[in-house]
């Protein structure tokens, strides 16, 4: 593992549209307990995340139609289409079975492999056999002395612990996993690998000012006008004081990741079928994503991942109206005191939210405090405390399941927003 890689680093996040059809018979998304982290690319940029899959309680399935039923999370409902970006489905302890010779999977779905699935012989041709269905493959390294360098031309990619691995192999882009700080992320890259998963998100943003953007100003002061309930014809002069803020309103608007009946062609019908309370929900994540120009990109998708991934178990709590939204902008302020490099209460006290939310989101208190505790629960991957949230939300696995896939999905149709 001592060579520099040689493959371009152009090509290797570069994936064909993804199409996918759903399972052909439901499946029980809570017979496992997930995690997720994004990955992250040297540019900084997101380009995907890894879902780790933990056996949970109930009857076990073939992998073959838990992975199916997992993909097809993802679309269900038509809620999204497909995401674009890589995916890495790593089973931690659920074994690969005799069901995974006839599995397929779209070319940015990556399957992730333990190393002790090439133990034996007969592991080896069960891995050889997906191989050669075009199932893309990720090895997952614990020992490196054990890594056997014949067995790498299986796998696309290597994943191993950052801070443990060496150079990259030259015939497999390196995944580094769990980066603690930002000097992990640093240290990563400079021994050649391509991505992260996972990022310091305990950190300020590298270049973080301590103020808000021109552009989050221009946001919070629409979003004032809103909360005072402004005439339209007031919000409408203020978004065009502001060229670049209605274009991306409306290129968020007709984004994937919002279905509407009917395209949204201008700022006055973009608040005429939005309503006042849609619209603030809009501007919260348009004030994330206006600082895009940042080196914030990690936080800004993580935070969108868990604005929506909150206003989905809400809805699955049968929580409707004003109070989802709510959620929603939970979620999606979670991380901007990190976006922005200011204390939370400080920040929090320039803008005009709900008490309710502002207590989630500087004290970790009132009803909107479990669903980010179980958000975050879902990006740390400790399966007690996943299942100790979804209990406290009286929801069912397969509930939080479905509403993580829809949340990720929708997340990625933003990122040409992003």
Known sequence: MGRAPTRPESSVFEFPPATREGPAEPIDLGVVTPGWQPVIARDKRPVGFRLVLRAGDGASVPMADLLDGLLGGFIADDATGFPHGLIVLAPV?????????????????????????????????????????????????????????????????????????GLAPRECALLALGPGSSAGVSAAFKAGAHAVVGWPLGEAAQGASGTLQPMQRAVLDLIRLVQAEAENRDLERAFRAEPMLSYMLLTLANSPAFVRGRPIASIAQAIQLLGYQRLVKWLVLLMVVAAKET??????????????LMENLAGAAGVRGRERDECFIVGVFSLLDKIVGRDA??????????????????????????????????????????????????????????????????????????
């Open 345 to 418: 209460s400080q920040l929090f006290g320039e803008v005009p939210l709900p008490p309710a939310v502002v207590a989630a989101l500087v004290e970790r208190t009132g009803p909107f405090a479990r669903y980010l505790g179980l958000a975050l629960a879902l990006e740390g991957g400790d399966a007690g405390i996943v299942q100790a949230g979804t209990s406290a939300l009286q929801l069912s696995q397969g509930a939080v399941n479905q509403a993580l896939l829809q949340a990720l999905a929708a997340t990625d149709a933003l990122q040409s927003v992003v």
């Open 93 to 165: 302890d659920l074994p690969l079975d005799d069901s995974m010779a006839a599995w397929s999977a779209p070319r940015n779905v990556l399957l992730e492999i333990d190393q002790d699935e090439l133990a034996d012989a007969v592991r080896l041709r069960r891995v050889q056999e997906i191989q050669r269905r075009g199932v893309r493959l990720v090895l997952r390294v614990s020992d490196g002395a054990r890594l056997a360098d014949a067995r790498l031309p299986l796998f696309q990619y290597v994943a191993m612990q950052a801070g443990t691995q």
């Open 295 to 308: 080196k914030a990109l990690p936080q800004i998708y993580t935070a969108v991942a868990r604005g929506f």
